[in-house]
């Protein structure tokens, strides 16, 4: 059974910066896809970063601020979060998949003060 922890999140003013990171405790590269999703409030959980087979993908509305990286020898996922807004206030959790199942971490809320 894999586990993800995440880490990093907190309160920052609008434009400020923050690093998410995902620990797991297994070897990452074993996972096909990783990412980051955020649920704000009354909202539904998106999609907001991955690598999906090698490849990476962002929601449009991070494009050029976020940044989505990983540490193979660390077994750690990170996500920069850079010139952030009100709008990116949510609940950010961490996924990885493989042939064996998803799997989720609990969560790190990030609050961005206006």
């Known amino acids: 059974q894999e586990q993800l922890v995440e880490s990093g999140g907190g309160l920052v003013q609008a434009g400020g910066s923050l690093r998410l990171s995902c620990a797991a405790s297994?070897?990452?590269?074993?996972?096909?896809?990783m990412g980051w999703y955020r649920q704000a409030p009354g909202k539904q959980r998106e999609l907001v970063a991955a690598f999906i087979s090698g490849s990476t993908t962002y929601t449009n509305s991070v494009k050029g601020r976020f940044t989505i990286s990983k540490d193979i020898a660390k077994n750690t996922m990170y996500l920069q979060m850079n010139s952030l807004k009100p709008e990116d206030t949510g609940v950010y959790s961490c996924?990885?998949?493989?042939?064996?199942?998803?799997?989720w971490g609990k969560g790190t809320l990030v609050t961005v003060s206006s």
């Open positions: 297994g070897n990452i590269f074993t996972f096909n896809m």
């Open positions: 996924t990885a998949s493989r042939s064996d199942g998803q799997y």
